[in-house]
């Protein structure tokens, strides 16, 4: 089995030091970085390739619920921490595992012996492109020329720098698709390359001449992590 690499995301730094000494016992895990926020581990992750993250919950500016949330299962994710009361959203997102604070080395190994069982390995390193029906052919499309995707019914409308394409696709189906680190979802009919951002104003984003509203179920997760807050 090759490593799998992993990094370790918590705001205390005696909960980094003991998860580091376990790691360093499983030869086959290799740490890449000991990050204090969640923010911090999107940026690593939009950098690097990562393939497991032991992330704590309860941490300042964004919890490790919503940092989950914005990697759209990118990396498989364990989570630790002091409170039992997260578990059933952490399952939702489908985490590996729980691990609730102080956690013990048996549970531990327990847990990333699990993961070996059911044969992680380190991530291919996605296409920089997708394949679309559109009318009467399959086209491609690179992340680099898409600005935003808008939802309409049930089609969608993805918008790149030079043309507009509709193809018969759910955001259920396309999500997956996208690496998490270049594009988000800001409303229910919107998704928006973090590129193609021009400006944030007023509850909406500017790519070019276009505003496109932020929803409110996504408005939070969003500023925190573009480090809007307040707007």
């Known amino acids: 089995m090759d490593k799998v690499r992993c990094i370790i995301v918590d705001d205390e730094p005696l909960a980094i030091e003991i998860l580091e000494e376990y790691v360093k016992k499983i030869h086959w895990l290799d740490l890449q970085a000991s990050l204090e926020s969640g923010l911090e581990a999107l940026d690593f992750v939009r950098q690097n390739e990562v393939d497991l993250i032991f992330l704590d919950i309860q941490m300042p500016d964004l919890s490790g619920i919503k ?5 759209n299962n990118q990396c498989e994710i ?7 009361q997260y578990a ?14 102080p956690i013990s080395f048996d549970r531990f190994l327990k847990s990333v012996q699990r993961l070996k069982r059911t044969n992680i390995e380190p991530k291919e390193v996605k296409s920089d492109y997708i394949f679309v029906k559109t009318e009467y052919k ?3 499309i690179r992340f680099d020329e898409v600005c935003y995707v808008e939802g309409m019914k049930d089609y969608l409308r ?39 951002i021009d400006s944030v104003e007023k509850g909406k984003v500017r790519v070019g001449e276009k505003l496109l509203p932020i929803g409110e179920t996504h408005k939070e997760a969003f500023l925190e992590l573009i480090g809007g807050h307040g707007l």
């Open 67 to 71: 940092t989950a949330e914005l990697l």
């Open 78 to 84: 364990i989570f630790t921490t002091a409170y039992n």
């Open 88 to 101: 059933i959203e952490g399952f939702e997102l489908e985490a590996k595992d729980y691990l609730l604070k």
């Open 138 to 140: 399959i086209k491609k």
């Open 158 to 196: 993805i918008v790149t720098h030079d043309e507009k394409v509709m193809t018969l696709l759910s955001f259920a189906k396309l999500m997956p698709k996208l690496p998490a680190q270049r594009f988000v979802r800001i409303h229910k009919s919107y998704v928006v390359a973090l590129d193609a």
